[in-house]
């Protein structure tokens, strides 16, 4: 792997003791440089780096963008998304299940930020741990595919608790399985009543616009509040 | 829920340093009582339940059969369990994305496991933290099902390691899904030599047959070994 293009970073030697001041740390760095972070959130195999691609691909041309892919191990990911020509650096969890404030501040460190506009962590795939570090985003976005099944709100509550935005991915296969929406909708609704819900399929494109459209307005906001990550 | 037919354990208040002494515990007390234990282990949704209900159906005339439920919240396995007239224990993980072995052993405690043969374990649905401790169990069994792709070895490699059967579920679906099954397989063995690998579906069926004839196999060469745990 002589000609990888991203950095590796061995992320969990250090651990703190409050991650809490972390994440502002993060949030003070990321008002400074001028950028927004999204803090990308699933089960393995839900979707999350196709997302991102095609999310990368939707609006390249409208914001710089990086990545920070985290992972236990590989860097497949990374790999895929270095393809696209986007800064990209692969986080190593040293076995950890999530990402933290700490770690996500020396990925920011680790990469030049100075001059991209949107960030994209891709957490490890897993519905519990992740949603129990705040790392400083501005948005948190989980995605929930449809093979996954409709009872998972019940199951990873915390998860559905503390994220923005839910992707419902995979919604051309909904043929080939028993996923009732309405139900899966109130079930989410019951849990966090701001969820901002989308169906789509990162596969075919259907429902995507209304994702990134979603996202662009969350961007501008934030530029018009002069960076100030208030509401989260 | 007054009318549940099942207890609720909260198992996270105590914390034991040394999840290998506990382990050796949970193999006593399950050889003293003449039980097999499986520790079923997958992400969220690969299928854990509908195997596990399928597989009682399957072996409730062999074998006497109890379940623990692992999640970190909700009891809608344990009552889907409960149903079936099985005799169930709810975990609940306090937050703790997997079962360590004191947990196991206290869920076992907290069940009349005197009169039984057989028990489930179904883990929190993580590929990253159920693959780090043992529990104790005489046999560890992962489901990945097809929706999760099958570069899932390269992310997760830990819980390829130590299992010792890997069940490939939701072949039904692989029309939909891009799913290369001799990928998988040279993936999953560059890891794990040993695995056992069966392509089937709890739903249709497909393929279920060979699973259960292997743990038959597992379960009666344990009685042929007077309970003894070597090869694990």
Same mark, same amino acid.
């Given at each position: 792997?002589?000609?990888?293009?991203? /950095?590796?970073? %061995?992320?969990?030697?250090?651990?703190?003791?409050?991650?809490?001041?972390?994440?502002? /740390?993060?949030?003070?760095?990321?008002?400074? *440089?001028?950028?927004? +972070?999204?803090?990308?959130?699933?089960? #393995?195999?839900?979707?999350?780096?196709?997302?991102?691609?095609?999310?990368?691909?939707?609006?390249?041309? *409208?914001?710089?963008?990086?990545? +920070?892919?985290?992972?236990?191990?590989?860097?497949?990911?990374?790999?895929?998304?270095?393809?696209?020509?986007?800064?990209?650096?692969?986080?190593?969890?040293?076995?950890?299940?999530?990402?933290?404030?700490?770690?996500?501040?020396?990925?920011? /460190?680790?990469?030049?930020?100075?001059?991209?506009?949107?960030?994209?962590? %891709?957490?490890?795939?897993?519905?519990?741990?992740?949603? /129990?570090?705040?790392?400083?985003?501005?948005?948190?976005?989980?995605?929930?595919?449809? #093979?996954?099944?409709?009872?998972?709100?019940?199951?990873?509550?915390?998860?559905? *608790?503390?994220?923005?935005?839910?992707? $419902?991915? *995979? $919604?051309?296969? %909904?043929?080939?399985?028993?996923?009732?929406?309405?139900?899966?909708?109130?079930?989410?609704?019951?849990?966090?009543?701001?969820?901002?819900?989308?169906?789509?399929?990162?596969?075919?494109?259907? &429902?995507?616009?209304?994702?990134?459209?979603?996202?662009?307005? +969350?961007?501008?906001?934030?530029?018009?509040? &002069?960076?100030?990550?208030?509401?989260?």
């Amino acid at each position: 792997m002589s000609d990888r293009k991203f /950095e590796i970073l %061995e992320t969990k030697e250090r651990v703190i003791a409050d991650n809490d001041v972390a994440a502002i /740390e993060v949030r003070h760095m990321l008002k400074d *440089k001028g950028v927004f +972070m999204v803090n990308l959130m699933s089960s #393995p195999g839900a979707g999350k780096t196709t997302t991102l691609l095609r999310t990368i691909a939707a609006l390249k041309d *409208k914001y710089r963008i990086g990545v +920070m892919e985290a992972d236990v191990d590989s860097d497949v990911d990374a790999a895929a998304v270095s393809a696209t020509g986007t800064r990209v650096i692969q986080l190593h969890t040293g076995g950890s299940c999530h990402m933290d404030a700490d770690m996500t501040k020396r990925g920011l /460190e680790g990469m030049d930020i100075d001059d991209l506009d949107l960030i994209f962590l %891709e957490n490890v795939g897993n519905l519990v741990c992740p949603a /129990e570090f705040d790392v400083g985003a501005n948005l948190k976005v989980m995605i929930l595919s449809v #093979p996954e099944g409709d009872d998972k709100p019940l199951k990873y509550p915390l998860m559905f *608790k503390v994220s923005d935005c839910l992707l $419902i991915n *995979k $919604i051309d296969t %909904e043929p080939a399985f028993d996923f009732n929406f309405a139900v899966l909708r109130s079930r989410v609704l019951d849990l966090n009543p701001d969820m901002n819900i989308i169906r789509m399929s990162s596969l075919t494109g259907d &429902g995507f616009d209304e994702w990134t459209e979603y996202l662009v307005r +969350m961007i501008e906001r934030q530029i018009r509040n &002069g960076g100030n990550n208030e509401d989260h």
